[in-house]
């Protein structure tokens, strides 16, 4: 299914059953982690359209900015092989906030919101206009109404609240 996707376009890893590794690029799983982290999150859709095709062909990577994303990846393994959902949350952060510095990308203010409502990090799309706060699975629900109410005045849009799923074998 990745290859019919990637003659599309390039794609998320969506039609996994756990968290992965993935080149959305060639449509290429590198690593299944067999591990979904416990998050809550609230997620917004920011608006606007991207040409996601067009999107990733402009994308250059320089050796500093590979060099960087393949310690993410490594520090990412370690914190999967842990089970560590606060250090897999801070790498899914580190590595959005890599791209948008790469890209030049207008997303950069997200880093300082984090801290501003209590977010153990983010998850976003690279190629599109979604954005996601994680949140501890047993954050209180005064936070997180809190942290819903100041995302829906920053973007003047509203967003959702949803939990990590588990699929039952």
């Known amino acids: ?43 917004v859709d920011t608006g606007g359209t991207i040409d996601t095709i067009n999107y990733n062909k402009s994308i250059k990577y320089n050796k500093e900015i590979i060099k960087n994303y393949e310690k993410i990846v490594t520090n990412l393994n370690e914190a999967f092989f842990n089970k560590d959902d606060s250090a897999i949350a801070m790498n899914a ?19 300082e919101f984090l801290k501003n409502i209590s977010a ?26 809190y942290a819903e109410n100041m995302i829906e005045k920053k973007y003047k849009k509203t967003s959702r609240i949803v939990r990590t799923l588990k699929l039952i074998d």
């Not at 998320?12 to 590198?30: E, M, P, T, W």
């Not at 952060?93 to 880093?111: C, V, W």
């Open 93 to 111: 952060t580190e590595s959005f906030m890599l791209h948008i510095r790469a890209n030049n990308d207008k997303r950069l203010e997200y880093n």
């Open 1 to 43: 299914i990745s290859h019919l996707f990637h003659e599309i376009e390039p794609h998320d890893a969506l039609h996994f059953d756990s968290s992965v590794l993935y080149d959305h690029r060639k449509g290429c799983l590198i690593k299944d982690y067999k591990y979904i982290p416990e998050y809550i999150i609230i997620y």
């Open 120 to 145: 153990i990090g983010v998850q976003a799309t690279h190629s599109g206009t979604c954005v996601g706060f994680l949140f501890k699975s047993k954050t209180d629900k005064s936070i997180l109404d």
